[in-house]
């Protein structure tokens, strides 16, 4: 079933996506080291994305830690495990650490692995970076769903993917065809951090 965890409020002052997107920083990169249920994972991080898939995003920290902790009762091994909105991918990159073998990651489609700059080149980087396998789909929601997905999933993970409500009925369009594809006892996991911006 859909447990959702959502953290505190943070009440932060000024900026909207919009601006953000008309005040884009230069296409540099960081590697960074988070650090997820007791594992080390480098990221690497841009100034700047369109989709907002740039970085690592609150969320990611806490659900990481939940799937370390239930290693062995919802993450199990020979779990077919999706991560819904990867952005950088670093729940991928933690559960393939933490041994799940079967590990897919998809996020908006702005090109595939050989795309400079897009969320699928980013991913592949991050996996090979880590020393873990990959299997990335750029998937944008809405659309019909790919092979791959149409598949049955025993898992589905996505952390601060509610952000903007313009998205949520190609959203909840995507969900209702993952969930129809995937088994009866399927679990999806969604945390969120709300941002409110002050008058």
Known sequence: GLIPVVLDDERE????????????????YEEREHT????????????????????????????????????????????????LGCGTGILSVLMRKLGLST?????????????????????????????VAHCHVPYTWGDELPAVLSEPFDVIVASDILLYVKSYPVLVWTLERLMSASRPDMRFFVVCKRRLKLD
């Open 13 to 28: 002052e000024g900026g909207s996506h919009e601006e953000d997107e008309h005040n884009e920083a230069a296409q540099g």
């Open 36 to 83: 997820l249920a007791g594992h080390v994972v480098h990221i690497r991080e841009f100034a700047f994305h369109s989709h907002n898939a740039n970085f690592v995003w609150p969320g990611s920290t806490l659900l990481g830690d939940f799937i370390g902790a239930h290693r062995d009762d919802v993450f199990v091994d020979g779990a077919r495990v999706l991560e």
């Open 103 to 131: 590990v897919v990651s998809s996020d908006c489609n702005d090109g595939d692995e050989s795309t400079p700059g897009s969320i699928a080149s980013n991913v592949l980087h991050n996996c090979e970076r880590n020393a």
